[in-house]
């Protein structure tokens, strides 16, 4: 097979398993993203998630975790979703978590790639990577032409908006490189505007230590901040607020991957029935959820953590 071959080869495929995008990048030393890196951990953005100082030089050069690694292969799975939460007042989970843990399902369908690839192509060594090890996947996913990043510091994609994810191959093929896109952010503010905790300190730039997805699913502490009581807009897991504002978002479609379709028992539950809701429930609603990263305690800290009575 030619070179040239190469990209048809991985597209195809990757369209087939259900990836609306796919980019490819040079897989080499992220020089511009160092300082900013530094720079944001030097003003502890990052809060106690420790895991983001780990690995700092694995972060930015892809060739330390893939031995011999040429190219970074990107990849966008929409997961946008055409049902919503029936009660307006209940407890509001992101978009990203209604279905199945998306680390399993894009997982499956890299690993099947990955196999197309070698069966295809020939003898390619790589690893596959879903937000689970030190990687700037928004970084080079921008490297290659799948969008910009936004000031909300989220990919956007001219065509489908930010309801999506990111994931990687990292192999040892050569592939020639796309190159990025124009940011069409413009003087629009509406991110920055809407942050409820004014996360989005300024264009471009997120303190994560005050972002509502941080203080619900990364932060263990026993107790939430309590300067931030009245400001999380009834979010207990994740939140949508920048996204749910960006122009850009009116050209989310709706995703076609079953695996990520919500529960309805989920979507029915009412502000009350999350106010009681017992360990029993959890481990049946969020068996195969992203929500189990909070575990229940996590999740009912959040939920008395904005009950408006409290």
């Not at 029936?86 to 209604?98: G, L, R």
């Not at 991110?191 to 004014?198: G, H, K, M, S």
């Not at 990364?218 to 949508?240: A, I, Q, R, V, Y």
């Amino acid at each position: 097979m030619q070179k040239a071959d190469y990209k048809k080869v991985i597209r195809d495929k990757a369209t087939a398993l259900g990836f609306f995008h796919c980019g490819f990048s040079k897989a080499n030393f992220l020089e511009e993203e160092a300082p900013r890196l530094d720079q944001w951990l030097n003003n502890n953005y990052h809060g106690k998630m420790a895991y983001m100082s780990n690995h700092f030089d694995k972060r930015l050069d892809p060739r330390l975790l893939v031995d011999d690694a040429k190219t970074v292969v990107s990849l966008l799975l929409n997961y946008f979703p055409e049902e919503k939460q029936a009660d307006t007042s209940a407890p509001k989970i992101s978009k990203y978590a209604y279905g199945e843990d998306y680390h399993f399902v894009i997982k499956d369908k890299l690993t099947e790639l990955l196999e197309h690839i070698k069966q295809e192509i020939g003898e390619v060594s790589g690893r596959v990577f879903v937000d689970s090890a030190p990687v700037m996947d928004k970084v080079w996913a921008k490297k290659s032409g799948l969008g910009w990043i936004g000031k909300h510091t989220n990919l956007i994609h001219p065509q489908n908006g930010s309801f999506f994810f990111i994931a990687e191959l990292i192999v040892d093929l050569v592939i020639e490189p796309d190159g990025p896109i124009q940011d069409y952010c413009g003087t629009c503010t509406k991110c920055i505007d809407a942050c409820p905790t004014e996360a989005i300190v300024q264009p471009y730039v997120v303190d994560g230590s005050k972002c509502i997805s941080y203080f619900t699913i990364e932060l263990k502490d026993e107790l939430l901040p309590s300067e931030f009581k009245g400001k999380m807009d009834n979010w207990m897991f994740g939140c949508d607020v920048c996204q749910d504002v960006c122009p850009w978002n009116r050209f989310s479609k709706v995703t076609k991957e079953a695996r990520f379709k919500p529960a309805l028992s989920l979507l029915d539950l009412t502000n009350n029935d999350w106010k009681n809701l017992q360990l029993e429930t959890f481990d049946l609603l969020f068996q195969k959820s992203a929500v189990k990263r909070t575990k229940f305690e996590g999740l009912k800290r959040n939920i008395q953590f904005i009950q408006k009575e409290i």
